[in-house]
């Protein structure tokens, strides 16, 4: 399984951005999408999930301005970034969870907010 994130950048802050992760395999084979993202020195942390049967969460700090969702071809994840702030500033990586709990990465892209 190969993932390939796209669409990081440098954004003012209150702009937007669309990151997207293409998939050598269906997304509908996997228990779990996700977004993570790990700013400099700091640990990576979990974003937004979309699970199996179509229900979605998100961290508190991204609640209501970040939405996650995957074409109907099911070959790529998304995630909409809205209003985003100098905090989101960080390495974002998509990660899917296959049926026996192994889980696969893309390398990352880059976002960075500037105030």
């Known amino acids: 399984v190969q993932l390939q994130a796209s669409g990081g950048g440098l954004v003012q802050a209150g702009g937007s951005l669309r990151l997207s992760c293409a998939g050598s395999?269906?997304?509908?084979?996997?228990?779990?999408m996700n977004w993570y993202r790990q700013a400099p020195g700091k640990q990576r942390d979990l974003v937004a999930t979309l699970a199996f049967g179509g229900h979605t969460s998100y961290s508190d700090s991204v609640e209501g301005r970040f939405t996650i969702s995957r074409d109907n071809a099911e070959y790529s994840l998304y995630l909409q970034m809205n209003s985003l702030k100098p905090e989101d500033t960080a390495v974002y990586y998509c990660?899917?969870?296959?049926?026996?709990?192994?889980?696969?990465w893309g390398q990352g892209t880059q976002v960075t907010v500037s105030s």
């Open positions: 990660n899917v969870v296959g049926p026996f709990g192994t889980q696969y």
């Open positions: 395999e269906p997304f509908r084979r996997y228990n779990t």
